[in-house]
């Protein structure tokens, strides 16, 4: 059975991964209800044992488009950390000398979940509202998503439990824009 996914949504959300604010006026998405990126397709523990492969990064453009994409993203990358406990490519976002904000205890969550053997089949959330907010050297994105209910499973395979759908939860995504390419600065979810 491939590695799954250690997950614990109340956990995740019962705690703010980081906690911090910014307001201004928001711009928003115009996408309701859309699952955020293509790896949120959920999967059966015997659905395939070949590798997934991270969300592609969407290109660098600046702007409230661009921020809203960045942050998709974001939310792509953190279902992939939490299918299949490879957190490498939403680190990757931040800079080796500022590691984003979240990162390090998402880390510390799968590693737990891989100690106690279990995974999750989880397939990403889905996006009910995305605004922007700030200059690009400090903006924010906000967003309403659903994180839909998830079987896990014991690594042998055995099922462990459901989760329940967690409706209206917030993730928050903060960024920057170098020029060349979005930077994380830190993301939320509660």
């Known amino acids: ?12 959300l019962g705690a703010t991964l980081l906690v911090g604010g910014c307001s201004s006026a928001p711009s928003d998405d115009g996408a309701p209800g859309t699952p955020a990126g293509a790896a949120g397709t959920g999967r059966t523990p015997a ?23 960045f942050a998709r993203h974001v939310m792509d990358l953190w279902g992939f950390a939490l299918r299949t406990d ?38 990403g959330v889905d996006v009910r509202r995305l605004r922007v907010s700030g200059p690009p050297r400090a903006a924010v994105a906000r967003a ?28 928050v995504v903060r960024m920057r824009f170098t020029g060349r390419a979005y930077r994380l600065v830190s993301f939320s979810v509660s």
């Open 1 to 12: 059975m491939p590695r799954r996914t250690r997950l614990l949504l109340p956990a995740l």
């Open 47 to 69: 659905a395939s044992s070949a590798p997934e492969q991270p969300p592609a990064a969407p290109p660098a453009r600046p702007g409230a488009a661009g921020e809203r994409a």
């Open 86 to 123: 490879d957190v490498r490519p939403l680190v990757s976002l931040g800079t080796a000398a500022r590691p984003c904000g979240g990162c390090a205890a998402l880390r510390s969550e799968l590693a737990r979940r891989r100690a106690q053997k279990w995974a999750v089949d989880f397939r």
């Open 144 to 171: 309403v998503v659903d994180i839909p209910a998830s079987d896990s499973f014991h690594d042998d395979g055995t099922f462990r439990n459901t989760s329940p759908a967690h409706a209206g939860a917030s993730f």
